[in-house]
């Protein structure tokens, strides 16, 4: 499976920005896409997770509310909307995918550890 994020970019606080992930290869063999960002000098943290299962969402609570992850089937692309940006989402961006099972989804769905496939990222500068 490769993942090609795009759509980063710089943005006013209060702005918006609508980072995609378009996924290509065996993507049947997933069920789980999630985006994860990292600043500078941080770890990696989860952002928000799609499940084809239902549809189920999940999302870090520092962006619930703001963010919307969603998915497009013609495209095989997953979106990340991005309202009310703050200058602490200033992060690289990382799409993943994942196959987890259903019953433990919410669980495994925000821990990088569990997503095999990742794209290369991309940076999303908010200013003050």
């Known amino acids: 499976v490769q993942l090609q994020a795009s759509g980063g970019g710089l943005v006013q606080a209060g702005g918006s920005l609508r980072l995609s992930c378009a996924a290509s290869?065996?993507?049947?063999?997933?069920?789980?896409r999630g985006w994860f960002r990292q600043a500078p000098g941080k770890e990696r943290e989860f952002v928000a997770a799609?499940?084809?299962?239902?549809?189920?969402?999940h999302y870090a609570d520092s962006v619930k509310g703001r963010f919307t992850i969603s998915r497009d089937n013609a495209k095989n692309t997953v979106y990340l909307q991005m309202n009310s940006l703050k200058p602490e989402d200033t992060a690289v961006y990382y799409c993943?995918?994942?196959?987890?099972?259903?019953?433990?989804?919410?669980?495994?769905?925000?821990?990088?550890?569990?997503?095999?496939?990742w794209g290369q990222g991309t940076l999303v500068t908010v200013s003050s």
């Open positions: 993943a995918a994942a196959s987890l099972y259903v019953s433990n989804w919410y669980d495994r769905s925000d821990q990088t550890t569990e997503y095999d496939y």
């Open positions: 290869g065996r993507t049947f063999s997933t069920n789980t």
């Open positions: 799609y499940s084809w299962s239902g549809g189920r969402t």
